[in-house]
């Protein structure tokens, strides 16, 4: 693909990268030559190809891990946050491989400003507090805190909790979600969580924040969702009046 020599030299490259990745070389997951040998072929500073590369990782075509480089970004995730469905379900669903990894769990107060935003009678009241990560294939692309009321799932701590927390309410301690609260926003990751998802402190990542009730309309559980922006494609279906 020859280069344009009106545009930036970074735009150049950039149009170039995206070439090869439309050509399949190289392929979703795979690495790319490191940076040095990529300045050497476009002929650039380490700047200019930083620009070419941050404008791609921005679209989605690539994505970087710490300290090993730059890959080409698999096919998104299509996610509809609306639905009471399990990650491990709905990644399965689209023929990729789900893992769930338990970093840290335990039984502690709600503590004011939860028990406010669950309108729990007291800042005592037990809470598990979980800390997941979710991976897709090879790659973390989600970071996730739980925070469930004790009095609702007893012995939540007992189970296995590297796989599918919606599965394990429903089968262990008959509880499903009657209806939830979602509010979404484009967010940042701090330096512990930029280190978990593999990326750079202060990256932009997609938040989701879920107020989840239970049967009686008791407000059970709350979620906090940090994603990488790069993993996964919103989709939401909507129907008009006067259909079905």
Known sequence: MPFDPISPHYQRIREQIAHDIAAGVPQADEK???ERDMIERFGCTRVTLRQALQQLEAEGLVYRENRRGWFVSPQRIRYDPTRISGFMDYVS??????????LHAELRP???????RMGLASADEPVFFLQRRRWIDRRPVLLEFNALLASWCPGLLEADLNTSLTQLLRERFARVQSRCELEMHIGTVNEEQAELLQLSPGSTS????????????????FDQEFWRPDALSIVMETRYPGTR
């Open 206 to 221: 997609v938040y989701l924040e879920r107020l989840n009730f239970g049967e009686d309309n008791q407000a059970v559980e």
């Open 110 to 116: 709600a503590g004011p400003w939860l028990a406010k």
């Open 93 to 102: 669903a689209q023929g990729r491989t789900p893992r769930t990894e338990c």
């Open 32 to 34: 790319f030559p490191s």
